[in-house]
């Protein structure tokens, strides 16, 4: 008999389901988890802790014993491009780490394996003073020092600038500008035998996934890089990932043939290794992300996305024949080659993000830290359902659909559930099918969701991401409407119920289509964007000139920003919001949702308004995380009328009677 069977099932409204998945079970221990690394047998990452303020906290995994390598205060965490990413660096059991609050590289010598020797790092370069900071490093052992891209904010009266410098280990030596004369850098790699340097660079208005140029330059008897030479990228080219193999090749991703493909630089060319429709690269959102790397005998392991689900498998650096590793994870991220073993960040549909083991003589996977420590019932749990769906100009795009579920409760047989429209931030992102209890929240409580890779999302290719190209507020916005109009017809949801929520980029998409189609009854717009020209003329380095390509160069095409901005239009607007947003955000700065909180309390709308201080871009903070699910799912139980009997929080609702 199925749960939906089952005489204990009790009859209720969808949305007023009760749910052991609740936003204090979700945030009590869960962790980020992000930038792998290995070190002989250890095993590094860093997680994210909600319960300790959103700190970085460095771990190591040594016989099977999962350790914190620094206590608080300390914060492995780099603000470079703000997003961040590459923090450190390990090699011999000494940590190479930025600390969040002076952005300063230390050293901390981690090879005794006793913590309380971890407890003084020591500075290997000047702090925050300097105004510098400093990601993606690589150890040159050679000349006894670190190599790694610099954002030099001491000119506080232009943006910063970018560059790859050289730091001595010991701190001795003031650092060595190798490599400058671009707007952005990133991935320095030295070669095994310690004679070459390849690097990436970018130039406005482009971003890495635009594209991107792999120089590669001998190193001189002064440290120096010599007669850099260009291997491979451009404006229309965007490369990912270059990565020495054992013996000295270099390899990396290229998205020339519309496919982030791998490819490895010969005497005299470079030779693709897998073509495909596939995509082996990811957008270089965060510095040290990997794709690939090398098992001992030079054969590469690799992991690559097709039609939303990611797989990892073998290439034959001499037969180049893949041979895919069967594993039940659907999202792989982070790889990092040992010796006879990887790691990686897993997930699944019903499993939540986790740092995996896999034996690479074996195949024996073994999980070595969970995201998320809460348990439930599986038959609680909705399974992603990957859809592709019609949309505008005759095209498809994507999504995934998950089902209202809770194995106590069913609704009655006339009623269709209340539908919550996801849109990804960015928006040169991608939503994942990975066990995510913030989802899960939902479709418990008689929620369906649908998770839109929008056309603009990476996973499908480059001609999938360029349908964003000069239509930002309008591909995306539609493809959420075409999303919701699928499962309308498939009659999957109720039409008068259909709610669309995003954060950053996600929340400027649900803002534009609440303010320019009169389709969504309801909306929540986490940090998200309301007037285009703001984000265009206030905007931190790394994205300031990203309109140019989503909407047009500014202020040339003034116009239509202001033609795609909410804030302009709120005259149109008609539908109950929510806005939350940090008060320290510096990618979307809160007076973006203020102005929206402002013109719809004007105009008299159903709206509320949730800060938090101390939040940057991105809610880090347990009691913020917790706080603002309960309260989203308050309004929506205010602005539907239902009688939900776990919906908590009072929040102040302007003009909803």
Known sequence: MSHTDSPALHTAPYGTWRSPITAEAIVADTVGLDQIAVDGTDIYWIEGRASEQGRCVLIRHRNGINEDMMPAPWNVRTRVHEYGGGAYVVAEGVVYFSNLLDQAIYRADTSSGQAEKFRAPVAVTRSNDSGRRFADAVIDHQRNRLIAVCEDHAETTTEPANIIVAVDIDGKCADTVLVDGHDFFASPRVSPDGKQLAWLSWDHPDMPWDGTSLWLATIDADGLP???????????????????????????????????????????????????????????????????????????????????????????????????????????????????????????????????RLDLNTAVWTILRRAVAFEVDQAYLSTAEAIDFPTANNLNAHAFFYAPRNRDFKAGTDERAP????????????????????????????????????????????????????????????????????????????????????SSAGGYTTLAALTFHDYFKAGASYYGVSDLEALARDCHKFESRYLD???????????????????????????????????????????????????LNKKKLPVAYITFAGEQHGFRRAQNIKHALEAEFYFYARVFGFAADDAPVLIDIKNLS
């Open 226 to 356: 010599n007669a850099p030479r260009l291997i491979a990228g451009g404006r229309r080219e965007s490369i990912f990932q270059p990565a020495w193999s054992p013996s000295g090749e270099l390899h990396f991703v290229s998205d020339r043939s519309g496919w982030w493909n791998l490819y490895r630089l010969g005497s005299d060319s470079v030779q693709a290794l897998c073509p495909m429709a596939a995509e082996f690269g990811r957008a270089q959102w965060n510095f040290g992300v990997a794709t690939y790397g090398f098992a001992r005998d030079g054969n590469l392991l690799c992991t690559y996305v097709q039609d939303g689900s990611w797989h990892l498998a073998r290439l034959d650096r001499i037969t180049l024949a893949l041979t895919p590793i069967l594993l039940p994870f659907r999202h792989i991220s982070d790889l990092k080659i040992g010796d006879g073993f990887a790691v990686f960040i897993g997930g699944a549909p019903d499993i939540a993000s986790c740092i995996v």
């Open 419 to 502: 539908l919550l429209v996801l849109n990804h931030g960015g928006p040169t992102s991608t939503a994942s099918p990975t066990l995510n209890f913030s989802i899960q929240f939902w479709t418990s409580r008689g929620f369906a969701v649908v998770d839109v890779n929008y056309g603009g999302s990476t996973g499908y290719g480059r001609a999938y991401r360029e349908r964003l190209y000069g239509q930002w507020g309008v591909v995306d916005v539609e493809d959420a409407i075409s999303a919701a109009r699928f499962l309308v017809e498939r009659g999957e949801v109720d039409a008068d119920r259909l709610v669309i929520r995003g």
């Open 549 to 599: 390509h989503l909407i047009g160069p500014y202020p040339a095409e003034r116009a239509t920003y202001q033609a795609r901005s909410p804030i302009h239009h709120v005259d149109r607007l008609a539908a109950p919001l929510v806005l939350f947003q940090g008060l320290e955000d510096k990618v979307v700065p809160p007076n973006q949702s203020q102005m929206m909180f402002d013109a």
